[in-house]
Structure formats: structure tokens, C-alpha cells
């Protein structure tokens, strides 16, 4: 009698990975100014300050240029925070002004997927960028307009 196999054919890549991959997914297009709050003698605030390293990466402040990164640092034994301010078109679309973690009980790659699951969904959309125009084109359009 065999058992049969239930499970993955291959390992997982690791935290590591996951992160990058997460990392490659955040978009601040939707956001105007970030700011992380955090007391650096708390015991929980590892994941708050390696999540405010990876948003100072410059694939995500290309994302949106004009998001500020604010770090507030105080030592009052508060719980480590993140706020995002949101431009005027995601505060319409969720009626709220800002979007608020309380990262205490957080590990880095949880606040990378919630960042990705509230925060890039409001990136306002593209407009369709318009293409190079051929030689041959062209031609055919001056063509036309003869006519």
C-alpha cells in the first residue's frame, strides 16, 4: 500500500522572494505623502523600519516622484504606524483621506501585501500613449488626404 503525495514538487523560494516579488507589485500613484511613525526602543519595530527601507528603494519613489516619504520618530512607547495620504481622486473613489497600519504585529512581507491589496488598486489609470508614426505611415496618410 503507498501513500500518495500531497504537497508542492518544488521548495518555496523563501521570504526573500516573496518580498521582492511584492516589492516589484507597489505602485504610490494613488498616494501624495507616506509617513511612518515609529519608536526605535520598542521591540516591534523591526518590520516597520525595513518596510520604510524598502518604499525609499528607487523603483517604488519612481512609481510616483511627488509622494513625500516623512519618517516621524518619537519615544513614547507608541505603536509603530503607517499612514498614507491619498490624492484627491482615490478620496473620492473611497471616501476616506488616508489609510492607516498599525504595523506592531506585522511582519515586512504582510505590509507589503496589504501596501499592494489597498494602495495599488488606486493608481489612477494610464492614458494610452500614442506611437510612432512609420514612413510608411505617413505616406499613406498624405495619400489620402490628396483625394
Not at 519618517?71 to 507608541?78: K, L
Amino acid at each position: 500500500m503507498s501513500i500518495y503525495y500531497s504537497g508542492t514538487l518544488t521548495r518555496s523560494s523563501g521570504i526573500v522572494s516573496a518580498i521582492g516579488k511584492e516589492l516589484k507589485r507597489i505602485n504610490l500613484k494613488g498616494v501624495k505623502r507616506v509617513t511612518v511613525t515609529f519608536d526605535p526602543f520598542a521591540a516591534d519595530v523591526k518590520s516597520t523600519r525595513e518596510f520604510l527601507f524598502l518604499l525609499s528603494v528607487p523603483r517604488v519613489t519612481q512609481s510616483n516622484p511627488n509622494c513625500l516619504l516623512k519618517t516621524e520618530v518619537v519615544c513614547n512607547r507608541q505603536q509603530p504606524k503607517i499612514k498614507f495620504s491619498l490624492i484627491e481622486s482615490a478620496q473620492e473613489h473611497l471616501k476616506v483621506k488616508d489609510i492607516q497600519f498599525l504595523s506592531s504585529n506585522l511582519n515586512t512581507l504582510e505590509l507589503l501585501q496589504l501596501c499592494n491589496k489597498y494602495l495599488s488598486v488606486l493608481a489612477p489609470e494610464e492614458e494610452a500613449k500614442l506611437s510612432a508614426v512609420t514612413k510608411p505611415a505617413a505616406k499613406a496618410f498624405k495619400k489620402k488626404d490628396r483625394r
